[in-house]
């Protein structure tokens, strides 16, 4: 709350890290790590990927909580997969299903389950999901059904290193890019490139290169525009070039043509 009423004082949303929980440990009703919204934080401003990224799921049977659209629009926001919510799965069986999330209470000796045990698929409760965010850190194995733990331990292993291969591409210096980094011109931050506009067109021969984020332009803008972008400064330039303004000719030089 702190931080959308300082947000709302100064016209633009304000870095969140001063507003952020950093304590350790579960929070008092044991529901929160308090580090969980840090950590996942940090990793979509550094790698642009949410918690579930590269993440594939199938739902069987009745997910009560969280409800399935809840479910659908977490794994969507975090940048994971829901292949499927009701049977048929064959198409999906031997695709690399990471998890099948399967309702409480379902028999293992029903015709879907022993598919999923068949192709060594984890079964989980959606709380798995639930707490693999909200509890980062803290074993999941109380969540893991008909004894698949090793394979839920495959998975997660598996998605923990495909994050580490992005972290270590992103950490590799780039010997192409210039020693100095974008920053934004009206704020100085060189954070959150993905709405770092910068003053150029497409081939790099026009605009002079400065950087601005998109709430930091004046008005602020609400997306990245599809089009080139130039800073204001580049723009009057540009628009006086496409749009001269026709000088009077002299009494002497009107007299010389007649």
């Given at each position: 709350m702190d931080y959308l009423t300082a947000s709302s004082q100064e016209?633009?949303?304000?870095?969140e890290e001063p507003y952020e929980w950093h304590k350790n440990g579960l929070s008092e009703d044991g529901a929160i790590n308090m580090e969980a919204p840090r950590k996942w934080r940090l990793l979509k401003e550094k790698t642009g990927h949410g918690a579930f990224?590269?993440?594939?799921?199938?739902?069987?049977?009745?997910?009560?909580?969280?409800?399935?659209?809840?479910?659908?629009?977490?794994?969507?926001?975090?940048?994971?997969?829901?292949?499927?919510?009701s049977p048929p799965y064959t198409r999906f069986l031997g695709t690399g299903i990471d998890y099948a999330v399967v309702s409480p209470g379902m028999p293992r000796v029903d015709m879907w389950v022993q598919e999923f045990l068949k192709h060594e698929i984890p079964?989980?409760?959606?709380?798995?999901?639930?707490e693999y965010v909200c509890k980062a850190g803290f074993s999941l194995e109380r969540h893991v059904l008909y004894g698949t733990h090793a394979w839920a331990?495959?998975?997660?292993?598996?998605?923990?290193?495909?994050?580490?291969?992005?972290?270590?591409?992103?950490?590799?210096?780039d010997a192409s890019s210039d020693d100095d980094d974008v920053v934004c011109q009206v704020c100085g931050s060189g954070d959150r490139g993905?709405?770092?506009?910068?003053?150029?067109?497409?081939?790099?021969?026009?605009?002079?290169?400065?950087?601005?984020h998109i709430d930091c332009c004046d008005p602020p803008l609400t997306d990245v525009p599809e089009e080139d972008w130039f800073c204001s400064k580049c723009s009057t330039t540009r628009n006086s070039a496409n749009n001269p303004i026709k000088k009077k000719k002299s009494f002497l030089s009107s007299s010389m043509t007649k």
């Open positions: 016209g633009k949303f304000l870095a990224y590269g993440m594939r799921i199938v739902v069987y049977g009745d997910c009560i909580a969280p409800p399935l659209e809840t479910l659908k629009r977490v794994i969507k926001a975090g940048d994971g997969t829901i292949l499927a919510t079964c989980v409760v959606a709380d798995y999901l639930v331990e495959r998975s997660f292993d598996e998605l923990k290193s495909r994050a580490e291969e992005i972290d270590e591409e992103l950490d590799a210096p993905d709405v770092m506009l910068i003053c150029s067109d497409e081939s790099g021969s026009l605009g002079c290169g400065v950087g601005t």
